[in-house]
């Protein structure tokens, strides 16, 4: 099946960094990327979704401008975490999808803000 | 909007029990659907999907899946389930019509499968 990837798998930051974690679609083309947290036994919360050369779309409650999402290329997303802050630790998951299929999952990153 | 809507959010059962898990979606239009599960420190994967034709779906590791639209349900099921099975699984309905394929999912229901 299709792969996706993401790294880092976990990341440690102080308060007031930026981080920047990568999704990749290994082996397919994926039109549209979606980016979740996930809270410890709870659903995906969907962040924002983006399609390849257009901006991301949000959704609502998510600041866009602390959360940046860049997506350049049909197998590269990207969500920057722009001056993190302890309530922003989570795990985050990336999936890629060709228009209306199945989606594939990242394998999540753990994001820790001291 | 669209939501989906799991009725169990825990579930305990015993080796070789059967299994069904509800899920309901609200839109009424064309929908795909989906049980997504995630294994105990592992990402998610797909189980089964629907998209159009027999309702009733196969997936893997002997789950099943019956699309039933007068319901707008969706309910995963397996008729004797394993240790193995222990994970969250996620019903997902995603919307054919508009053009947006954006995916909804449902809150999860967490099964403890005991020895």
């Known amino acids: 099946g299709a792969v996706v990837s993401q790294h880092p798998s976990w990341v440690i930051c102080k308060s007031g960094t930026s981080v920047k974690i990568e999704c990749r679609s290994l082996?397919?083309?994926?039109?549209?990327m979606f980016w979740y947290r996930q809270f410890p036994k709870q659903s995906l919360m969907l962040m924002a979704t983006s399609n390849e050369g257009s901006k991301a779309t949000y959704e609502q409650g998510v600041e866009k401008d602390k959360f940046l999402i860049n997506h350049a290329s049909l197998t590269l997303s990207t969500l920057t975490v722009t001056s993190a802050h302890p309530e922003d630790s989570s795990f985050y998951i990336c999936s890629a999808t060709e228009q209306g299929h199945e989606q594939y999952f990242g394998p999540g990153t753990r994001l820790t803000v001291t | 909007a669209q939501s989906v809507s799991q009725h169990n959010h825990h579930v305990i059962l015993s080796e070789a029990a059967s299994l069904e898990l509800g899920c309901n979606y609200s839109y009424g239009g064309t929908v795909n659907l989906f049980w997504y599960v995630q294994y105990p420190g592992q990402h998610l994967q797909l189980l089964l999907k629907y998209f159009s034709g027999d309702p009733l779906v196969k997936g893997i590791k002997g789950f099943e899946a019956e699309f039933i639209k007068s319901k707008f349900s969706f309910n995963l099921r397996k008729p004797s389930v394993q240790w193995s099975d222990t994970a969250e699984y996620f019903c997902a309905a995603l919307d054919n019509s508009g053009g947006s394929y954006i995916p909804t999912f449902g809150r999860g229901t967490s099964l403890i499968v005991h020895p």
């Open positions: 082996d397919f083309q994926a039109t549209t």
